[in-house]
């Protein structure tokens, strides 16, 4: 009896399997990557910080049905100099990356097109490096946390295979960290006990993706 229950379902399973394996993809996306980060010292780290250059993620996963489920690993790297007096600038440099797993569902619209909208969660990591001219010492802070949001966009589907989208990522997160900081050319004007944190994660990107 068990063997035939066996044999009954083998069909099903075979069938699934192919489609799933058929669905596997892998492609990366391009695009730029703007950390809100919140500080009590405004002069330092607070608010909006865009990279100026273009940033890859990978990304891995399956096609099933009118799903989408994949990895995706990325991060960014971005510099700004700001000037704390005649002879001295202040650069600082912000490295994040992040892992996410993602679920998105494909919404049927105009042929070959597709618009989708889904989740992610993940972990992040954030380290900021604060560096004066004048002086030779640099403030590392590095911290970690969980990222979480969500995604949109549209997908075309090119020949079967071949897929391009557009789409925009929001992500928050818990990733903050208190810490004594240079702010002044002087180390003995360290501020103690500075809190940052990341309000929030965005990103505008064109991905190419390949389907097997």
Not at 59 to 83: I, M, N
Not at 100 to 105: A, P, R, S
Not at 133 to 157: C, H, K, L, P
Request: net charge negative; charged share 20%; aromatic share 16%.
């Amino acid at each position: 009896m068990k063997m035939a229950t066996t044999y009954k379902f083998l069909p099903f399973i075979l069938v699934s399997s192919t489609t799933c394996a058929n669905s596997f993809f892998v492609g990366a996306d391009f695009g730029k990557t703007t950390l809100d980060i919140d500080s009590n010292e405004q002069s330092l780290h607070s608010g909006a910080h865009t990279s100026d250059k273009i940033s890859g993620v990978l990304k891995t996963g399956f096609f099933v049905d009118q799903f989408r489920l994949y990895g995706a690993l990325g991060g960014t790297h971005q510099s700004e100099e700001k000037s704390t007096s005649l002879t001295s600038t202040r650069k600082e440099t912000y490295t994040y990356y992040d892992l996410t797993f993602n679920l998105d569902y494909l919404f049927p619209t105009y042929q070959d097109f597709n618009l989708y909208l889904g989740p992610h969660l993940g972990f992040g990591l954030l380290q900021v490096d604060t560096k004066f001219s004048s002086i030779n010492e640099t403030d590392e802070i590095v911290s970690t946390g969980f990222v979480y949001g969500g995604q949109a966009g549209i997908i075309y589907d090119f020949n079967g295979h071949v897929f391009f989208e557009l789409g925009y990522r929001y992500s928050r997160s818990n990733i903050q960290r208190s810490a004594d900081i240079i702010t002044a050319e002087n180390p003995a004007l360290t501020v103690r006990d500075v809190k940052f944190k990341i309000d929030s994660i965005s990103r505008f990107y064109f991905a190419g993706l390949y389907r097997f």
